[in-house]
T-cell receptor
Framework: ETGVTQTPRHLVMGMTNKKSLKCEQH?????MYWYKQSAKKPLELMFV???????ENNSVPSRFSPECPNSSHLFLHLHTLQPEDSALYLCASSREIRVAGTGELFFGEGSRLTVL | AQSVAQPEDQVNVAEGNPLTVKCTYSVSGNPYLFWYVQYPNRGLQFLLK??????LVKGSYGFEAEFNKSQTSFHLKKPSALVSDSALYFC????????????FGTGTRLTVIP
């Protein structure tokens, strides 16, 4: 148990559906992240939030829309996705985004997304 | 720009034998280096990190890693492998001035054979 909980664990959706992924952390951290994990590729950082403010968007298509209502919750809203968006989406948190000397991220177990 | 290379997609080792998972990195300044492990159907778990100081870093579950600045490497090692060590291992790097944006490698799948 890492203190970061993601739901749902598995999601199958059509290309015209709208769905959301949810992440909640119970660690009192201030920074939260969305990563995309595809087979045989490096983990791709998608979004970073620090104290609820988005600090990074790594050229992610607009069909992915993040939301961070508070420091404990992070959402990823999905609509009109493509089959190549099928992947494991990982949420992570850390105390701050500039944690000099540490940099330890705490990851959730991921949401496995399949787009048909 | 920061980057990490894990040259081996797969490493097989017999139980009880020493294991090494390789990682080389590229970063503009001084590197902060990390190893994470991912067990099946789980998220990534932090194993160990190098920030500064002793080049040999000890981490969780008996793992250690050696920082080699001249070879820009940070190989993960364990003296005696266990079957339960079988997992996907990720090396990650960021530079000392960067935000907490870790650049991960593609991962190495370690299989320990009983």
């Amino acid at each position: 148990e890492t203190g970061v909980t993601q739901t749902p664990r598995h999601l199958v959706m059509g290309m015209t559906n709208k769905k959301s992924l949810k992440c909640e952390q119970h660690l009192g951290h201030n920074a939260m992240y969305w990563y995309k994990q595809s087979a045989k590729k490096p983990l791709e950082l998608m979004f970073v939030y620090n104290f609820k403010e988005q600090t990074e968007n790594n050229s992610v298509p607009s069909r992915f829309s993040p939301e961070c209502p508070n420091s404990s919750h992070l959402f990823l809203h999905l609509h009109t996705l493509q089959p190549e968006d099928s992947a494991l989406y990982l949420c992570a948190s850390s105390r701050e985004i500039r944690v000099a000397g540490t940099g330890e991220l705490f990851f959730g177990e991921g949401s496995r997304l399949t787009v048909l | 720009a920061q980057s990490v290379a894990q040259p081996e997609d797969q490493v097989n080792v017999a139980e009880g034998n020493p294991l090494t998972v390789k990682c080389t990195y590229s970063v503009s300044g001084n590197p902060y280096l990390f190893w994470y492990v991912q067990y099946p159907n789980r998220g990534l778990q932090f194993l160990l990190k190098y920030i500064t100081g002793d080049n040999l870093v000890k981490g969780s579950y008996g793992f250690e890693a050696e920082f080699n600045k001249s070879q820009t490497s940070f190989h993960l090692k364990k003296p005696s492998a266990l079957v339960s060590d079988s997992a996907l291992y990720f090396c990650a790097v960021r530079d000392e001035d960067g935000a907490n944006n870790l650049f991960f490698g593609t991962g190495t799948r370690l299989t320990v054979i009983p």
